[in-house]
T-cell receptor
Framework: EAGVTQSPTHLIKTRGQQATLRCSPI?????VYWYQQALGLGLQFLLW???????NRGNFPPRFSGRQFPNYSSELNVNALELEDSALYLC??????????FGPGTRLTVL | QKEVEQNSGPLSVPEGAIASLNCTYS??????FFWYRQYSGKSPELIMF????GDKEDGRFTAQLNKASQYVSLLIRDSQPSDSATYLC???????????FGAGTRLTVKP
């Protein structure tokens, strides 16, 4: 069974640009979660999508947004990139809100 | 008070010893508790979860939960150098699939 997949693996942008990160959950999982992990810091909860709806968001500005598609894959958009947005962005999926399984992450670098 | 607290370490143990990792959480209503292992540069990997007070054993790993004290721990018996990683405690808080992570404890097992 395929795990959570994320693309791209690496993304380099300049300040002010927009970044789009993608995630495909484990087959059958309906919930997708996004986390930010800045260097040396813990996982910070960004967004939770379930059945196509945004269920909860963490303490991040509105320029962090996303959506979940009918096939349960998800997209995270970060607008007006700032240097401090450089981080590893992790996507996780779950079934029924229990254990979350993580993808390999997208490393975003903002120059 | 942080929602989920862990000692950042580093915790260093000799090969073959027992490693003990601790975590406290703030939400008394939390029901689900997870331990993830994260190798440097990789995404978190779920190794244990526990829902009920007491101990839960899986191979060399034992998770312990004390809801009255809002405390969860992970014991690793017969520690191996391959266990060297950062261990993340995660708690499903507030009854809405809102997973909060501790900052992680870095464990080093010395041969």
């Amino acid at each position: 069974e395929a795990g959570v997949t994320q693309s791209p693996t690496h993304l380099i942008k300049t300040r002010g640009q927009q970044a789009t990160l993608r995630c495909s959950p484990i087959s059958g999982h309906t919930s997708v979660y996004w986390y930010q992990q800045a260097l040396g810091l813990g996982l910070q909860f960004l967004l939770w999508y379930d059945e196509g709806e945004e269920r909860n968001r963490g303490n991040f500005p509105p320029r962090f947004s996303g959506r979940q598609f009918p096939n349960y894959s998800s997209e995270l958009n970060v607008n007006a990139l700032e240097l401090e947005d450089s981080a590893l962005y992790l996507c996780a999926s779950s079934l029924g809100g229990a254990e979350q399984f993580f993808g390999p992450g997208t490393r975003l670098t903002v120059l | 008070q942080k929602e989920v607290e862990q000692n950042s370490g580093p915790l260093s143990v000799p090969e073959g010893a027992i490693a003990s990792l601790n975590c406290t959480y703030s939400d008394r209503g939390s029901q689900s508790f997870f331990w993830y292992r994260q190798y440097s540069g990789k995404s978190p990997e779920l190794i244990m979860f526990i829902y009920s007070n007491g101990d839960k054993e899986d191979g060399r790993f034992t998770a312990q939960l004390n809801k009255a004290s809002q405390y969860v721990s992970l014991l690793i018996r017969d520690s191996q150098p391959s266990d060297s990683a950062t261990y993340l405690c995660a708690v499903n808080m507030y009854g809405n699939n809102d997973m909060r992570f501790g900052a992680g404890t870095r464990l080093t097992v010395k041969p």
